[in-house]
């Protein structure tokens, strides 16, 4: 069965400071992604990053890394220089292939990072 | 930009009612989806449409049913509401494919009495 895993309910940053959020996944698909989504208390889902099981270089966008160990089957997001505003619930997910749709999303049970300053 | 909306940021309606939430993307999107969010839970699938009137069920379509009628246009229903779906319910939409990422709407919370 596919399946992601958030460990950290919540965490605590010093403004400034990077912090690496953890998310462990579970597939017997050879080809998956993976995306991690910022949840502001306002509600929406922002995309932050991908990463396909594919890719040889890790994905970075801005402040947001993906440090991707395939071997090891972990993506954990690492925002460097963090914010307040950055404070947020942060959802990893995979892509689930089943019965020939594609575009299904299994997530995790999400990280709420709290940025103090 | 992608825009995903909603009909209502907060909805309360009584046991037993049935009641509509309604999503709409402006970006030609194939795909739309459905989920709700619980503490602790996560996100789940409840439903998901590939094109109009086609529809799949999700992990946890009991007690709802959708409707795709036009392309940009997402309907979940609750045929007879229950204080257990009591939930935020997030709309999703994205391109055919297999790593387009998805966008989501602003989520409507639902309170059932």
């Known amino acids: 069965a596919q399946k992601i895993t958030q460990t950290q309910p919540g965490m605590f940053v010093q403004e400034k400071e990077a912090v690496t959020l953890d998310c462990t996944y579970d597939?017997?698909?050879?080809?998956?992604?993976l995306f991690w989504y910022k949840q502001p208390s306002s509600g929406e889902m922002i995309f932050l990053i991908y990463?396909?099981?594919?890719?040889?270089q890790n994905a970075t966008e801005g402040r947001y890394s993906l440090n991707f160990q395939k071997a090891r089957k972990s993506a954990n997001l690492v925002i460097s220089a963090s914010q307040l505003g950055d404070s947020a619930m942060y959802f990893c997910?995979?892509?689930?292939?089943?019965?020939?749709?594609?575009?299904?999303?299994?997530f995790g049970t999400g990280t709420l990072l709290a940025v103090q300053p | 930009d992608v825009k995903v909306t909603q009909s209502s940021r907060y909805l309360v309606k009584r046991t037993g009612e049935k009641v509509f939430l309604e999503c709409v993307q402006d970006?030609?999107?194939?795909?739309m989806f459905w989920y709700r969010q619980d503490p602790g839970l996560g996100l789940r699938l409840i439903y998901f449409?590939?094109?109009?009137?086609?529809?799949e069920k999700g992990d946890i379509p009991e007690g709802y049913s959708v409707s795709r009628e036009k392309k940009e246009r997402f309907s979940l229903i609750l045929e007879s509401a229950s204080t257990n779906q009591t939930s935020m319910y997030l709309c999703?939409?994205?391109?055919?494919?297999?790593?387009?990422?998805?966008?989501f709407g602003p989520g409507t919370r639902l309170t059932v009495l």
């Open positions: 449409s590939y094109d109009v009137k086609m529809k």
């Open positions: 999703a939409s994205s391109l055919a494919g297999k790593y387009n990422e998805q966008f």
């Open positions: 970006m030609d999107h194939e795909n």
């Open positions: 597939t017997s698909d050879p080809s998956y992604g």
């Open positions: 997910a995979m892509r689930a292939y089943r019965g020939g749709a594609t575009n299904k999303l299994i």
């Open positions: 990463q396909g099981s594919y890719d040889q």
